[in-house]
């Protein structure tokens, strides 16, 4: 199914040369015909998370996540686990988009962990958050994508046939979600 898609991709990461960044990236550049992709850069700039902020003017990066959010017909993360857990500055964006950003909006994931049953229990936590947040979880788009570091190229992409597979299966199988869901919804 062939259809224009923006997908919004949202690292979890704020370290430099991250494996999520590149597993996005790859993401970005195995995008089916018709579909684009924008990143989300401000996710060290987000102010923490206080709902008092949501009764006045709000801070401009907030405004400016919910407004890519709100452009985009689905989002892809790609997180790493943090003490096992969904990273702090992580777990701030996802807190700020309750409520508006991603009700209903499809959303899948890669997991980039190179380590078997690596952050299995962030993306069990990323589950549960979408679930609150009564997101459109794409199963089909959720996949462990193993990166590791000798598998990049120097362009930061990632270079194994078989982790590129994952990749370019998960985000057509969200481009084809958003399709459908366009189709059903005429």
Known sequence: MASSCTILLISGSLRSGSSNVAALSTAAALLPEGARARFFEGLGELPHFNPDLE??????????????????????????????????????????????????????????SPY???????????????????????????????????SLGSDGLVTDAATRALIAAAVRALVDHVARVRASAT
């Open 116 to 150: 078997e049953q690596g952050a299995e229990r962030t993306y069990d936590m990323l589950r549960v958050v979408l679930g609150y947040v009564n997101a459109d979880l794409v199963p089909a788009a959720c996949v462990r994508a193993p990166v590791r570091r000798d």
């Open 55 to 112: 009764q006045h003017a709000l801070p401009s990066q907030v405004s400016a996540l919910r407004a890519q959010l709100a452009a985009a017909d689905a989002v892809l993360f790609s997180t790493p686990e943090y003490a096992g857990a969904l990273p702090g500055s992580f777990k701030n964006l996802l807190d700020w988009s309750v409520g508006e950003g991603l009700y209903q909006k499809p959303v899948g994931w890669l997991n980039p």
